[in-house]
């Protein structure tokens, strides 16, 4: 499983996910893949999971239309996404 690589921004997505139905949260909310140049290159396996987070805003767009799904999620990057998942947990 690599546990000293770099996580992708669909790994955390699902992660996020997984941890949210697991506390019984609602995971129905869903964004829409197809407003990104790239959203279709989204893994079958975390489709589910990234509608969910651009639905429920944890993750947003890069800025220029692309959403970067298997790309890199920077310390920045998961920081943000950490902080809008406690708010969402708080609600």
């Known amino acids: 499983f690599a546990p000293n690589g770099n996580v992708t921004r669909e790994q955390l997505a699902t992660m996020l996910y997984r941890y949210a139905q697991s506390l019984g949260m609602?995971?129905?909310?869903?964004?829409?893949?197809s407003g990104f140049i790239d959203g279709g290159k989204t893994s079958a396996w975390?489709?589910?999971?990234?509608?969910?987070?651009?639905?429920?805003?944890?993750?947003?767009?890069?800025?220029?239309?692309?959403?970067?799904?298997?790309?890199?999620?920077?310390?920045a990057e998961v920081a943000t996404i950490m902080q809008r998942m406690v708010r969402l947990i708080v609600q």
């Open 26 to 33: 609602s995971t129905r909310t869903n964004g829409d893949l």
């Open 46 to 75: 975390a489709k589910d999971a990234m509608q969910w987070a651009i639905g429920c805003g944890l993750i947003s767009g890069k800025g220029n239309g692309t959403v970067d799904p298997t790309g890199s999620a920077t310390r």
